[in-house]
């Protein structure tokens, strides 16, 4: 079980092959998303934003569904992978397999590791070693980047 889950966190920490930054299986424009999304998801997907602290409702979104990117609907996070961390920002402990890619930034001088859709290359937040079990990892994850779905709603259709 352990083994398992190590590898699907493994696979899903690395892009998959042959995705290079910026090469995505869905590829809009900066000047399409800005068209298709408000500003302040614009800003954390397509420029690296990150929204403030605590201003998010889903931080509050305690019920069981899926998280998904709020660009294209791509599934990120099980509701069961969700937990308070005290951050102001909704936090996972591990996203669905295969649904994020991740790179190193040095915005903040040290490197962290900046986590985005593995569908559209939407940002959605980054990665630290600081979670809980199983995995020790926390995603950080911007709100408005992510939209929810309960439990017994149809997901919708990725965007083309
Ligand atoms: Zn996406």
Known sequence: MLKTLTALIAGAAVPAAGVAAGEFPLKKSKAEWKRLLSPEAYHVLFEEGTERAGTSPLNAEKREGTFLCAACANPL?????????????????????????????????????????????????????????????RYCNNGVALAFVPQGTALPALRT
């Open 77 to 137: 996070f099980a509701s069961s992978a969700k937990y308070e961390s005290g951050t102001g920002w909704p936090s996972f402990w591990q996203p669905l397999p295969g649904a994020i890619g991740t790179s190193t930034d040095f915005k903040l001088i040290l490197p962290r590791t900046e986590y985005h859709c593995a569908h559209c290359g939407g940002h959605q937040g980054h990665v630290f070693d600081d979670g809980p079990r199983p995995t020790g990892k």
